[in-house]
């Protein structure tokens, strides 16, 4: 229906003075009409206060031109969860039979938006006088709401890692709040809610954490919208990290990191970061917002609100990833990088690891370089608890040069470990290579390899931080090669392995067979803390994730240092001085 359509069938309901053929004239006129008239016109914010976008121009855009899917990144304290129970009022007013389901990580957070953000929008004097008549609720829980008169629903869920009690409902619109603590894996089953609906609406909403969460990947699907301001210096402003954030935001204001002009974010634009993002039907798959507070009027055209902002975000306790998180709304990861995706890449250019002679599989980088390989060594790594086994291992080879080349590689994710330690045996016999391997907290399975391949060619290895590098621990009155351990500086020799991948001479077998394992070595960062007035290296791994072929590969790279005389394995740890062994020098 066109403008004059929806104005003639509108008064014509309002005519009859009946109160369904003006609620039926109301929902006409608010399905036509863009969503901040009803916004601004119909909903009182928390306060009970008329809502108004004056200082938030540039989220009218968002509400008016609403796509089939949404992603919201935002910073604290931008009226996210304001926006998201006004698209709930709205769209359960203004159409009929209309079925949405809100999720969030926690059956908390899910309680206090139902009662204290979807609530309050239907406690409006203005959208009560649609109801007049009747009664607005047909039910009116925490849990599920079912409007009288459109019979349109909500129904609100908790769900962080496990979807199954999300199983069951019909709905045309799924959004999820917080949705960087919602696993990604649980999406499938979610949207199976919506499988037989025409409109298969979608919103996610949340605050970035760091580079690899469920927000942040969803950002990378999306055409990543970013509110940008011109400066009269000629230079676009926006926060994104090539700009620079934090020098923007000044004790004067919100300023060009340029010129140091302050901006006047209201005559910003949103332009789009990622112009290739996937398209469906001529349209952008997934419409993508990035909102923080520095960028609103709110926040930087008042000098208290902005007083207040920038004693927040100057707190000496104030780490920079709760500024880049909560403040800005930008991902960040909580250490460094260890080495990025595009630098592994840059190694993998051994070609394939194995290629097939007759019927048997043959390590096909060796094979091909076997005449000038002068000796191998491999490093196993066991991750096994009660409920998962994960065997990772890593053979390498060095040419007279002096460059590395990792021969083989794998993870094992089954509890068959005597066979993974026969099928490492078998390879450590036939290249002739000297292992070390994993030694705690149970040894056992480094000791069965041990007796496989002989004592004489595994080290068993512990980490500790001492004041050497290395260092070899024989108990006094040790009686047998499997109580000795060959001690290693964790952080000193992940800086080694660090050292070596970034300087190019040592590679790897073409990407397609190592992108898998390599994200063991992505899940890697590194955090410096003050310890002592001093700093100190910490190599991490990522919460819930694995790194069991990272310290296979320290390990195999470590044996190979030894067998080589490498002098930097030698040294004084960080433990006493700075560390330097850079393998190009």
């Not at 927000?215 to 990543?224: C, P, V």
Request: some cysteine; hydrophobic content about 35%.
């Amino acid at each position: 229906m066109d403008h004059d359509e929806v104005l003639r069938r509108s008064k014509m309901l309002l005519a009859t003075g009946n109160p369904e053929a003006k609620f039926v004239a109301s929902q006409l006129a608010l399905s036509w009409l863009p969503a901040t008239h009803f916004i601004e016109n119909y909903l009182d914010d928390n306060q009970g206060g008329v809502q108004s976008l004056d200082e938030f121009p540039m989220m009218r855009q968002i509400y008016d031109t609403i796509p089939q899917r949404l992603l919201l990144k935002c910073s604290r304290k931008t009226l996210k969860s304001t926006l998201l129970s006004n698209f709930i009022c709205l769209n359960m007013i203004r159409w009929k039979y209309y079925s949405m389901l809100y999720v969030g990580p926690q059956e908390t957070s899910v309680k206090y938006f139902s009662q204290n953000y979807v609530n309050p929008r239907f406690d409006s004097r203005r959208v009560k006088s649609l109801f007049a008549g009747s009664k607005m609720w047909r039910k009116n829980d925490v849990f599920e709401k079912i409007l009288n008169r459109s019979l349109s629903a909500c129904i609100f869920r908790y769900c962080s890692d496990d979807a199954t009690r999300l199983r069951g409902p019909a709905v045309d619109q799924i959004t999820y709040d917080e949705v960087q603590d919602i696993d990604e894996q649980t999406f499938s089953v979610i949207e199976e809610c919506f499988r037989m609906s025409k409109y298969k609406r979608l919103i996610y909403a949340g605050t970035p954490l760091t580079t690899d969460n469920t927000i942040e990947k969803l950002w990378k699907q999306s055409n990543q919208l970013e509110w940008m301001t011109k400066c009269p210096c000629g230079h676009w402003n926006g926060l994104v990290i090539e700009n620079e954030p934090l020098k923007m935001l000044t004790p004067a204001g919100y300023c060009c990191p340029k010129c140091s002009r302050k901006i006047n974010t209201r005559e910003g634009e949103w332009v789009t970061y990622n112009p290739d993002a996937k398209r469906i039907d001529g349209k952008t798959a997934l419409v993508g917002y990035h909102l923080a507070q520095p960028m609103l009027p709110h926040y930087n055209e008042t000098q208290k609100e902005w007083n207040e902002f920038y004693l927040t975000v100057t707190k000496p306790n104030r780490s920079v990833a709760a500024i880049y998180n909560e403040n800005l709304g930008i991902s960040y990861d909580v250490g460094a990088k260890f080495i990025t995706e595009q630098e592994l890449r840059r190694i993998c250019t051994l070609g394939p690891m194995f290629e097939m002679k007759g019927d048997k599989r043959v390590l096909k980088v060796m094979e091909n370089n076997r005449r000038t390989y002068m000796a191998y060594t491999g490093g196993a790594d066991w991750g096994v608890s009660g409920i998962t086994s994960r065997t990772a291992a890593c053979f390498l080879a060095v040419k007279e040069n002096g460059n590395i080349d990792c021969v083989y590689a794998k993870v094992w994710h089954d509890f068959e470990y005597k066979d993974q330690i026969k099928e490492i045996a078998r390879i450590s016999k036939d290249l002739r290579a000297k292992m070390a391997c994993d030694s705690g907290p149970d040894p056992q399975r480094g000791i069965e390899l041990g007796r496989l391949i002989g004592s004489s060619n595994i080290n068993l290895v512990r980490y500790n931080r001492g004041k050497l590098i290395q260092a070899w621990d024989s108990p006094n009155g040790a009686i047998d090669w499997t109580q000795n351990r060959w001690l290693l500086h964790r952080s000193d020799c992940f800086n080694i392995v660090g050292r070596w991948l970034k300087s190019g001479r040592l590679r790897f077998p073409q990407w397609e067979d190592m992108s898998d394992i390599m994200q063991d070595i992505l899940n890697v960062y590194v955090e410096v803390k003050d310890v002592s007035e001093r700093q100190e290296m910490y190599f991490r791994k990522k919460s819930g994730r694995t790194d069991d072929f990272a310290h296979a590969l320290l390990y195999a790279l470590a044996s190979m240092l030894s067998e080589m005389n490498d002098p930097c394995l030698n040294a004084p740890s960080s433990e006493v001085d700075d560390f330097a062994g850079d393998p190009t020098d």
